[in-house]
Structures are given as structure tokens and as C-alpha cells.
Nanobody, 125 residues
């Protein structure tokens, strides 16, 4: 059974930083792309960032320059460094994995095969 377990969420003031982590039971090798998504109350789940099997990264415009996605294939972990947090970043953040076999990562959450339970990020102004 595939497991993705997020951690690192919390409550911070605007301008602060957090580092989210996702421990994966998947072997984050060339078969899978990995991504972070977020969902605020009353809103749809939205794409935040992805990293493919060739380490190519992609970011939503709203987080570009502030968020950094990375992965450690030796530890099967995915990370998201979040800097300069704003109240608009407050949401439940989810780690997800998709079978790509080396292809590009999709941005639509419905295309992802595996999901974690989420970690909450709260930002106070």
C-alpha cells in the first residue's frame, strides 16, 4: 500500500517561512512525478509545484520565487520550502505522486495516483 505522509505545517506570521516534508513509501525514481497541492476552505484544490523524475521543477505563478520544491531519492522524501508567507498561502497542503515513467508532471490534481493526508499551514497577518 502506497503511503505519503506530510509534516512540517504550522501557524506562522506573514513573512515567515516553513518547510514541508513528505515521506513516501514509493521509490521516487524515474517512474513517478511528485507534486504539492493546496486547498483552502471553500476553494478547489490547486496545483502549487511539481518535480519530475529528471528533477525539472515547475511552479504556480502565485508561488514562484517564494516556494522551492525538492526531493531526495535516497530517502524517498519530497520537500517544499515556503518563504515570505502571505495570508493567501494559508491552506491544507498535500503531497501527491503520479506515474509518469519519465514524462512531464501534470498540473491537474485529478491526474495524480497517490495522495497524503495533508498538513495545515496557517498564516496570521
Amino acid at each position: 500500500q502506497v503511503q505519503l505522509v506530510e509534516s512540517g505545517g504550522g501557524s506562522v506570521q506573514a513573512g515567515g517561512a516553513l518547510r514541508l516534508s513528505c515521506a513516501s513509501s514509493l521509490n521516487t525514481n524515474r517512474r513517478y512525478g511528485m507534486g504539492w497541492f493546496r486547498q483552502a476552505p471553500g476553494k478547489e484544490r490547486e496545483w502549487v509545484a511539481t518535480i519530475d523524475s529528471d528533477e525539472y521543477t515547475s511552479y504556480a505563478d502565485s508561488v514562484k520565487g517564494r516556494f522551492t520544491i525538492s526531493k531526495d531519492n535516497t530517502k524517498n522524501t519530497l520537500s517544499l520550502q515556503i518563504n515570505s508567507l502571505t495570508p493567501e498561502d494559508a491552506a491544507m497542503y498535500y503531497c501527491a505522486a503520479v506515474r509518469t515513467y519519465g514524462g512531464a508532471c501534470p498540473k491537474h490534481p485529478a491526474l495524480y495516483n497517490y495522495w497524503g493526508q495533508g498538513t495545515q499551514v496557517t498564516v496570521s497577518s
